[in-house]
């Protein structure tokens, strides 16, 4: 039964409150409501845009929520052809069945589902809070104080500063000047290595990826947790082991750094980083020091390239980390371990709580709602 229209191909201009639904992915939810602050953009061709008819007699809500629902995500797949990238025709979208009960047994679903999607919102923010906090526990533990931060576009520098490798502006930013010169002051009490001093930077490559392939998308921002990514390998990788830490190199200010659980294969953006084995430096200190807003503070201003920014590998490896005796860092690894283990128990809480609401919606999808 048809519950929308569709604009002209030719325009594809999307407004607040209409759903794009990609054709190339819809079975795996790949579903979205445009937001208020992006009415009046393009959507892409691969896209298809639903837009309410008037007068309504389905609620919008209950139809983002429909279409999520498994019997409908079954549809697109029996629907979608192709071999190892099935797609749907929007000929073959118009023929999508939806159970639509009355409006207001719509309303209700739509307020229970609504509820159970706030909770499972907080419980991730509450699990990111834990992992993203250890920034200033960790500070705090090195007595180290950032330098307050500093928005200038135009300052001065001494030519005796500037080396033959570097010209541009950003390189020598205050935030940058002033971060590595606070971990040099504290050099008296903390070993502040290179980055190449304290680890070997591994790139034993393979041409077929095994098991465990980790893209940039699949490592979070900030926390270092892995997470669902539809990428898939393609190409060269670089291999790891357990202990190994992947720091990102494109796009730093994006902070993904992940100690690895498990062996595995990683794109070639990670830089694989292996602790010297005669080192005093733990593999959990070293991604929790590197995902720190000291290094931050560093890498957002050593980037190179416009479409692409990333860091060059001669700057990566003079990254200055600050680094503690054996056991403060053994006090900050126990802390991280049982934030992480915190964390993880919310997450998956959150995502069970909402498995079984996501079940209960399609009872009464299918069913007499009460």
């Known amino acids: 039964m048809p519950v929308t229209d569709a604009p002209s191909r030719a325009r594809m201009v999307v407004h607040s409150r209409n759903i794009l639904l990609s054709l190339t992915r819809p079975h795996r939810g790949a579903i979205v409501r445009v937001k208020d602050e992006h009415d009046g953009a393009i959507a892409s061709t691969g896209f298809s845009v639903l837009v309410q008819k008037t007068p309504p007699f389905v609620d919008w809500d209950f139809l983002l929520y429909a279409l999520w629902s498994q019997s409908v995500l079954l549809q697109f797949l029996q629907r979608s052809s192709g071999g190892s990238y099935p797609a749907i025709t929007e000929s ?9 009960p009355p409006l207001p047994k719509q309303r209700k679903l739509v307020t229970v589902m609504e509820a159970a999607r706030t909770a499972r919102r907080t419980k991730l ?14 500070l705090d533990i090195l007595k180290i104080t950032l330098p307050p931060p500093d928005a200038r576009r135009v300052f001065a520098i001494r030519l005796g500063t500037v080396r033959e490798s570097r010209f541009d502006p950003d390189y020598f930013h205050p935030e940058r000047i ?6 040099k002051s504290v050099a008296e009490r903390l070993w502040c290595p290179s980055l190449h001093e304290a680890v070997t930077f591994e790139r034993d490559q393979i041409t077929e990826p095994g098991e465990n392939y980790l893209s940039l998308a699949h490592v979070q921002s900030h926390t270092g947790e892995l997470v669902t990514a539809n990428e898939e390998s393609a190409g060269t990788c670089f291999t790891f082991k357990r202990d190994d830490v992947l ?5 730093p200010y994006l902070n993904k750094v992940h100690r690895a659980e498990r062996p595995g294969c ?12 005669d080192t005093a430096l733990l593999p959990e200190y070293l991604a929790t020091i590197l995902r720190s807003s000291l290094i931050l503070a560093q890498t957002r201003h050593m980037m190179t390239g416009n479409t692409h920014p990333r860091l060059a590998n001669d700057d990566v490896v003079n990254l200055i980390i600050p680094v503690p005796d054996i056991a403060t860092q053994t006090t900050i690894a126990a802390e991280v371990r049982r934030r992480r283990e915190a964390a993880r128990a ?11 609401a996501k079940r209960w919606f399609e009872e009464q999808l299918l069913g007499d709602v009460k």
Do not use: N, Q
């Open 92 to 100: 073959e979208l118009t023929k999508i069945l939806i159970p639509t």
């Open 125 to 138: 923010a509450d699990a990111d809070a834990l992992l993203i906090s250890l920034d200033h526990y960790l």
């Open 178 to 183: 002033l971060t590595v010169r606070g971990m």
């Open 247 to 251: 720091f990102g190199r494109l796009r």
């Open 266 to 277: 990683c794109s070639p953006e990670f830089h694989v980083l292996r602790v010297k084995p």
């Open 346 to 356: 919310l997450r998956t809480k959150a995502e069970a709580d909402w498995s079984e």
